[in-house]
T-cell receptor
Framework: EPEVTQTPSHQVTQMGQEVILRCVPI?????FYWYRQILGQKVEFLVS????????KSEIFDDQFSVERPDGSNFTLKIRSTKLEDSAMYFC???????????????FGEGSRLTVL | KNEVEQSPQNLTAQEGEFITINCSYS?????LHWLQQHPGGGIVSLFM???GKKKHGRLIATINIQEKHSSLHITASHPRDSAVYIC????????????FGEGTQLTVNP
């Protein structure tokens, strides 16, 4: 069964460093998303991406964050100058349609745990 | 601002019991998702609803758009159902942003 894969599963970094989290969405999906979950808190929407551009982003997704689909298969989240409060689980998801549309079922990756020291 | 409220926050059941988890939201939506988060953290989509009722195995999800309420039912619960169940909604005014509930921690004892 097709699945969304994320790497790395866990990354530890020093405050101020740049981090790139990678995702390979399901191959025929068109919509891609990043979410984060701080330990003990609810999942939060970061950004959605369609047709090689950001469709929507949350207030969390400021200039420190960027997304890219560099080669038609990978979907990356870059976090510049990491802060302690960026420590969280980051989930990538993809869907064949918009997640609000009739067939917009979401497929999640296993998550990348980021620890900022 | 849309609020997604789930109840209960925690639920402990004995194997075989019928489980109900509730979700209420405050604004018009285009779809509602029920998700399952495993102890290791991974998230799996269970249902996406925009009206009525859906059934998959022992899981049933219903939604009442007028009352802004959805329920997830688990029949004949099993210890392997132990997980966090999360409700997430897509607002009518949003193209792609999901708002998540806090989740319901379900523990099913043998």
């Amino acid at each position: 069964e097709p699945e969304v894969t994320q790497t790395p599963s866990h990354q530890v970094t020093q405050m101020g460093q740049e981090v790139i989290l990678r995702c390979v969405p399901i191959s025929n999906h068109l919509y891609f998303y990043w979410y984060r979950q701080i330990l003990g808190q609810k999942v939060e929407f970061l950004v959605s991406f369609y047709n090689n551009e950001i469709s929507e982003k949350s207030e969390i997704f400021d200039d420190q964050f960027s997304v890219e689909r560099p080669d038609g298969s990978n979907f990356t989240l870059k976090i510049r100058s990491t802060k302690l409060e960026d420590s969280a689980m980051y989930f990538c998801a993809s869907s064949p349609r918009l997640a609000g549309a009739l067939t917009g079922e979401l497929f999640f990756g296993e998550g990348s745990r980021l620890t900022v020291l | 601002k849309n609020e997604v409220e789930q109840s209960p926050q925690n639920l402990t059941a004995q194997e075989g019991e019928f489980i109900t988890i509730n979700c209420s939201y405050s604004v018009g939506i285009s779809a509602l998702h029920w998700l399952q988060q495993h102890p290791g953290g991974g998230i799996v989509s269970l249902f996406m609803l925009s009206s009525g009722k859906k059934k998959h195995g022992r899981l049933i999800a219903t939604i009442n758009i007028q009352e802004k309420h959805s329920s997830l039912h688990i029949t004949a619960s099993h210890p392997r159902d132990s997980a966090v169940y999360i409700c997430a909604v897509m607002e009518e005014t949003s193209g792609s942003r999901l708002t998540f509930g806090e989740g319901t921690q379900l523990t099913v004892n043998p």
